[in-house]
């Protein structure tokens, strides 16, 4: 098994790869380009309008461009039209550059004896950052290899002569795809609402704390007013020349001294008269 040369390649593949560019050889390699079909995954929810295109047509600038976001796959159909012989097997990959921006080709990696046709390659990004390609632009190798013979096993299957993306394997990838971006984003989302749930129930334990202090306040206030008042009361009565006594049991005063048991006796508060006291001044 020997992979052929680029004197080989020149020699062999203008009539194996249509269109054929000279200069599209690369060493022991062929540059493949992007075609015109492609479809790219999204993190939006299925659209279910009949007119919401699936496949991108890649036509003339500025329609000439396809965006892979981070996480989404991809499905690009290639511009040649490619022909191995049955005595050949091809490899195929992606190039190195795009690999760098993150981009993996999780589609097969070679190309049965007695294949005709266009090929399509599946890509998944897994980079940070978006990746644009244009159409024409040369994305993909192809190497050829020899078969130790001409070979009875040569493929026969459905995507013979494909020159379109089939609406079969856009099925189960029409819907959401939930990238690692996708779910980190709502997970941010998550985290945001909980932080001002949080602030919201800091500032009303805050509020219900101060309405505590305040009727705290209030009802101490109310427990102190009938002293207080007593005080004021009593200090009142003693500026304008009034005692407060104790009132006696009118049962006990009346036992002990009949006539100190009178309607007048019955006052708690007697004004102190002048009379007493020049009384108690010729006593003395």
């Not at 990959?93 to 993996?104: E, N, P, V």
């Amino acid at each position: 098994m020997a992979f052929w040369s680029g004197e080989k390649l020149a020699q062999h593949l203008p009539s194996l790869i249509t269109p054929y560019i000279s200069s599209n050889i690369d060493c022991a390699s062929y540059k493949l380009s992007v075609g015109e079909q492609a479809f790219v995954t999204s993190e939006q929810l299925e659209s279910t309008e009949p007119a919401a295109k699936l496949v991108t047509v890649l036509g003339t600038a500025p329609d000439n461009m396809l965006r892979i976001a981070p996480g989404q796959f991809a499905f690009i159909l290639t511009l040649e039209n490619i022909k191995v012989p049955i005595n050949a097997l091809a490899l195929i990959s992606m190039r190195a550059k795009y690999k760098f921006q993150g981009l993996i080709n999780v589609s097969g990696f070679h190309v049965d004896p007695g294949w005709d046709g266009k090929l399509l390659f599946s890509i998944y990004n897994a980079g940070p950052q978006a990746v644009v390609v244009e159409k024409g632009e040369a994305m993909f190798l192809i190497v050829y290899s020899d078969l130790d013979r001409d070979s009875n096993e040569i493929y026969r299957g459905g995507s013979q002569g494909q020159n379109s993306i089939k609406p079969d394997l856009l099925t189960k990838l029409t819907s959401q795809t939930f990238s690692p971006q996708v779910l980190k984003r709502q997970l941010d989302q998550v985290h945001e609402k909980l932080s001002n749930l949080q602030l919201r129930m800091g500032i009303t334990a805050s509020v219900a704390t101060a309405i505590g202090i305040v009727l705290g306040i209030i009802v101490a206030g109310f427990a102190l007013l009938p002293s207080w008042t007593g005080v004021v009361i009593a200090r009142t009565l003693d500026s304008a020349g009034y005692e407060i006594r104790q009132k006696p049991d009118a049962k006990e005063t009346s036992e002990k001294n009949p006539l100190l048991y009178s309607p007048r006796t019955q006052n708690s508060v007697e004004k102190k008269s002048s009379t007493e006291s020049s009384s108690y001044g010729r006593e003395l």
